[in-house]
């Protein structure tokens, strides 16, 4: 079973309050639900966690060796500002996934600078919640093609 960890970052405990016309009305407990189902529903496990402290958020990567698969992320306002985050990530060595509820580069032009996306899979930005569920998704399709492209190299002569 594969297993992936999803990290939020500050501010996201205040979805449904902060900013509706931007983020949203759902809270992040919604998210975390559909997140819930998504995972059920694919037969994964997927541990969510949310931090407003980058410190905290560095340490959770670099204790995903050994645990996860995968790491679909949310930085939210530490994707233009944190190195300690891209740094953790590949030292991690994990596929990651950098995901946004909102479009970054429609927004204001410090946000359309992240330093996650060059060290990830994939970002996806601008579908609200429905981020994740896409980034889990993208994780997912990955880890199954890897998976199946190291079967094939154990099958050959």
Not at 16 to 35: C, F, H, K, W
Not at 95 to 109: A, F, G, K, M
């Given at each position: ?44 496990h997927v541990e969510v966690r949310q931090s407003n402290h980058e410190g ?24 233009h500002t944190s190195v300690a985050i891209r740094d953790a990530i590949v ?55 890897r998976e199946s492209d190291e079967r094939k190299e154990l099958k050959k002569?």
């Amino acid at each position: 079973m594969f297993r992936i960890l999803v990290l939020h970052g500050p501010n996201l405990n205040l979805l449904g309050i902060r900013e509706p016309a931007m983020y949203g009305v759902q809270t992040l407990s919604d998210v975390n639900m559909a997140i819930g189902q998504l995972a059920r529903r694919e037969g994964i496990h997927v541990e969510v966690r949310q931090s407003n402290h980058e410190g905290e958020l560095v340490t959770w990567i670099q204790e995903t060796r050994g645990q996860f698969q995968a790491l679909v992320i949310n930085p939210a306002a530490y994707t233009h500002t944190s190195v300690a985050i891209r740094d953790a990530i590949v030292a991690a060595g994990l596929p990651t996934v950098e995901v946004h509820l909102s479009n970054i580069h429609r927004r204001e032009q410090f946000r359309k600078r992240s330093y996650i996306a060059p060290v990830s899979l994939g970002q996806i930005s601008g579908f609200g919640p429905m981020s994740y569920l896409l980034g889990i998704q993208a994780a997912l399709d990955y880890l199954r093609m890897r998976e199946s492209d190291e079967r094939k190299e154990l099958k050959k002569p």
